[in-house]
């Protein structure tokens, strides 16, 4: 952990030649669990950004965690909160998967919902002003009733923000190679489908595909990736947007402390047809949707962009026929219902 923290704290230093003239207003502590971090150590981190980008008043400062690294008793849980705070931090992103233990038990989390609950007190006595809650559905045996249990039990808690997201495994993972009874794609429909309902009728708006929020309190950070707007990551595997190019840092740990540093002499800029794409697909994981206007920026050649933009329509049309899909004006832009965010995949594939 030390010479991890060194290397990262190095290569926030040495990220002037990147950064110059930028200022930061989201920070994200995530791809992992931070919380096994010492909270002096985020404190250090968050300095170091603010040295070498500033950061700028009322920035989002958010860190992802999970339920059990704070368990134990209520001392020590208000504790690292009280710390985190302390450090900067003004949002938590809670990893509670689920309100039943059982479930937690299958997907190998080490918490249980006891931990969520005294972890959910912790951060709102700790002075931390937004909190968000995770939640996984289409789970081994899961059934309809067990899914709406957890997101009424998530409700209840009252966050400013809610994930929820479709159980999805990697090869490498050992519950791929388990033999267990998943939902059918009907039922996990209907699973999206009452989420978003229960999460509207409790005031929180959907903003993207899995993701939800009072007003005023999206994730901000977050909101750069869809839109792609610049952001700089740090540490193994961390994924960077600079100016229209893309690199990342060497994904192994150790090859990464050992000197893999930012890569950014590998950065790929990408043509505007590959941006176009990307843009589209981006664009659609929000209830904004595409825009016209944006797309011809990337395009560039009008021409080309009259093209793609009839097509576009063409077969925004047809899944607008069928609900899944709402056209705003041909001049405008289209964006998916609710029910065309769960088939989403291939209507923004026939759009491509």
Same mark, same amino acid.
């Given at each position: ?30 791809? %992992? ?36 690294? !704070?368990?134990?008793? %209520?001392? =020590?849980?208000?504790? *690292? ?30 918490? =249980?919902?006891?931990?969520?609950? =005294? &972890?959910?007190? /912790? ?14 559905? !289409? ?25 929820? *997201? ?27 489908? #009452?989420?978003?309902? /229960? ?27 869809? =839109?792609?707007?610049? *952001?700089?990551?740090? %540490? ?24 893999? %540093? ?53 077969? /925004?049309?047809?899944? /607008? ?22 088939? #989403?995949?291939?209507?923004? &594939?026939?759009?491509?």
């Amino acid at each position: 952990m030390p010479e991890y923290i060194d290397k990262l704290l190095n290569d926030i230093a040495e990220s002037g030649d990147i950064t110059y003239g930028y200022e930061a207003d989201t920070v994200y502590f995530g791809g %992992g669990t931070p919380s096994l971090i010492d909270p002096g150590d985020i404190y250090r981190i968050i300095s170091a950004i603010d040295k070498s980008v500033h950061i700028s008043p009322g920035a989002e400062i958010t860190s992802e965690a999970n339920p059990v690294v !704070a368990s134990g008793d %209520g001392d =020590r849980i208000k504790k *690292y909160f009280d710390s985190l705070s302390a450090a900067g931090v003004n949002r938590v992103s809670l990893g509670m998967q689920s309100a039943s233990d059982s479930e937690l038990e299958t997907l190998g989390r080490l918490h =249980r919902n006891t931990d969520t609950l =005294r &972890a959910v007190q /912790a951060v709102r006595s700790s002075g931390i002003k937004e909190l968000s809650l995770d939640l996984m559905y !289409a789970l081994p045996y899961q059934t309809l009733e067990r899914w709406m249990n957890s997101v009424n039990a998530a409700l209840g808690m009252h966050p400013e923000h809610l994930s929820m *997201y479709a159980l999805t495994l990697s090869d490498s993972v050992p519950m791929a190679s388990a033999k267990y009874d998943y939902p059918s794609d009907d039922i996990q429909r209907e699973m999206y489908l #009452s989420a978003v309902k /229960a999460a509207g009728d409790a005031g929180l708006t959907q903003y993207e595909i899995s993701n939800f929020a009072q007003p005023g309190h999206e994730n901000r950070h977050n909101l750069k990736y869809w =839109r792609r707007d610049d *952001y700089l990551g740090f %540490g193994p595997g961390a994924h960077s947007f600079m100016n229209g190019s893309r690199f990342h840092a060497e994904p192994d740990i150790r090859g990464y402390i050992n000197g893999g %540093g930012q890569r950014i002499y590998d950065a790929v800029s990408m043509k505007p047809s590959e941006a176009a794409e990307e843009y589209i697909m981006l664009s659609l994981r929000t209830t904004e949707g595409l825009k016209f206007e944006k797309l011809a920026e990337i395009i560039c050649d009008r021409a080309e962009f009259e093209e793609k933009r009839i097509r576009i329509l063409l077969s /925004a049309k047809k899944f /607008a026929s069928l609900g899944l899909c709402a056209v705003c004006s041909a001049e405008d832009g289209i964006s998916f219902t609710p029910e065309g965010f769960f088939v #989403s995949n291939s209507m923004i &594939a026939e759009l491509i």
